[in-house]
């Protein structure tokens, strides 16, 4: 640029990526631009100062500079002057479109170390090139970042970057990164474990989260990168994110629950099939496959649990013909409510549409407590299997895991690599159903209390609760009569599992 050019108003372009060493410091970008302005007689009237940012963002997508690339603000400089091109970008097609957007609203942009006028046409053909060798560069990088990451995944070390949710990364002692609980997320992580495990529907566990004013995993996150970790949100603070099903649902499927190194969500293995652990596990392996059988069969375990306006029997009475559940209605005539339990498929089937909800109430609990009163509370509990049952399980996985990757490789060091695992996996599947084992599984055990005293000290929520843990049904339809008007003749049959049928017939 000559001496003789008017005095510009000057934008310096600071950036620093923080993954790469060669990267010079703010202020020493700082002082070339403005060594080169006073040089010029220009005045910087601003920085766009962008740190931690990687140099294959799009300059208009960056947080500081971005914002000085709008109509809005184009008037307020006229020079955009950078310590060095890739400060701008590293990617031709970006700082193409840099180049033209400057020429369009009459700027001007300068590399101060290379003496670079990219308002000129020689100028911008030597950034072109300088760009394409600095592309060639970031790939170079990226290749690697990517060879790095194999490698900490193989050794089981962690390779950076936002951990799972319950974990945060600390220094080992022979070198590099492993993962510990966080101890301020962990009881979130197990409640989430815990509510699931006892059916609860992923729906109504992330709204609780929200009406409780849990930040999600995300938003955690980046109070933990500012450090200063909080789980909830202050009062009158926005949320900036809500839990949602699908998330919830994501870090209960995660096998970062169990400490596994993963990726692309496959876990990594050893030459035995053994997953590689890098961290130690925020829950049990039968909490894990109850988790899974859980969500494996979802739709069960969402009919045991109620929305937030359903009835007090939402899920514990059927319809007497269809054996479909009866959905709880609110109908306010007159300022007066009135409630129904209704069958979705009334029209299929001879029947009232609709029965009054406190005469269905009123008749499962005194048919329940006249028969079952004074047994004792029986529900249904998740027994875990022995030591053999857990490690077979696992095997197990591990083979499904690796069956499924062989379609998945091309080439034939990878295929060797599979085979090899799955052959010593399957030797120990061969040595571990030779040995007796106590497999896990759900089962009816009584759990102390009759069921009189429980239900007369419980809250609706809490008895609703009792009849489905306990698996007690009520099938129950009326004819003779429409509407919700008295008379008619009902039918109804208590339904009892098994364990307290038993139980009753004694």
């Not at 960056?62 to 990617?91: F, V």
């Not at 876990?267 to 059988?293: C, I, M, S, Y």
């Not at 120990?428 to 009189?452: D, N």
Request: charged share 25%.
């Amino acid at each position: 640029m000559s001496q003789n050019t008017p005095p510009l108003r000057v934008l310096g372009r600071l950036r620093l990526s923080r993954s790469t060493d060669e990267s010079t410091s703010i202020e020493r970008q700082r002082e070339t631009i403005q060594r080169w302005a006073d040089a010029y007689g220009h005045q910087v009237i601003g920085w766009a100062e962008d740190v931690d940012v990687s140099g294959a963002i799009d300059p208009f997508d960056t947080p500081q500079l971005g914002a000085w690339l709008t109509p809005d603000r184009a008037g307020e400089w006229d020079a955009l002057a950078a310590w060095k091109l890739d400060r701008l970008g590293r990617n031709a097609i970006q700082l193409n479109r840099l180049f033209a957007w400057s020429l369009d609203h009459g700027k001007t942009l300068v590399s101060c170390s290379e003496s670079l006028d990219l308002s000129t046409t020689t100028g911008r053909m030597l950034a072109s090139i300088i760009a394409g060798i600095a592309e060639g560069e970031l790939e170079a990088i990226r290749e690697r970042s990517r060879s790095s990451r194999a490698k900490l995944r193989e050794s089981a070390r962690w390779a950076g970057g936002k951990p799972p949710f319950g974990y945060r990364p600390v220094p080992r002692a022979a070198g590099g990164w492993e993962l510990e609980h966080d101890d301020l997320a962990v009881p979130l992580v197990q409640r989430i474990v815990t509510e699931a495990i006892d059916g609860k529907p992923l729906t109504r566990i992330a709204a609780e989260l929200n009406d409780e004013g849990y930040r999600t995993p995300a938003d955690y996150y980046r109070t933990v990168k500012a450090e200063e970790p909080t789980l909830t949100l202050a009062e009158g603070e926005t949320r900036s994110s809500r839990w949602q099903t699908t998330a919830v649902r994501n870090l209960l499927r995660n096998n970062a629950l169990r400490g596994y190194v993963h990726h692309n969500g496959s876990v990594v293995r050893d030459d035995d099939g053994v997953p590689l652990q890098l961290g130690e596990p925020l829950v049990t392996p039968d909490e894990w496959d109850a988790v899974q059988a859980i969500l494996d069969g979802n739709h069960e375990a969402r009919k045991h649990h109620r929305r937030p306006d359903a009835g007090p029997l939402s899920g514990v009475v059927f319809c007497a013909w269809c054996g479909e559940p009866l959905h709880h209605n609110r109908n306010v005539t007159k300022g007066n409510e009135y409630r129904y339990y209704r069958c979705p498929k009334i029209r299929e089937h001879d029947g009232v549409s609709m029965v009054p909800a406190s005469e269905v109430e009123d008749l499962l609990e005194s048919e329940f407590l006249a028969q079952a009163g004074t047994l004792p509370v029986t529900q249904r509990v998740w027994v875990p299997g022995d030591a053999r049952d857990q490690e077979l399980r696992e095997a197990v996985r591990a083979l499904d895991d690796l069956t499924r990757l062989v379609g998945s490789v091309s080439s034939a060091t990878a295929q060797e690599r599979i085979t090899t695992q799955i052959s010593a996996v399957d030797r120990r599947i061969l040595e571990l159903e030779s040995q007796p084992v106590r497999e896990a599984h759900w089962e009816y055990r009584e759990v102390g209390g009759t069921y009189r005293d429980v239900w007369e000290n419980a809250s609706t929520d809490e008895r609703r609760s009792l009849l489905l843990r306990s698996g007690i049904t009520l099938r129950v339809g009326v004819t003779g009569r429409r509407g919700g008007h008295s008379g008619g003749v009902w039918t109804w049959e208590l339904n009892v599992p098994e364990p307290v049928a038993d139980a009753l017939a004694r």
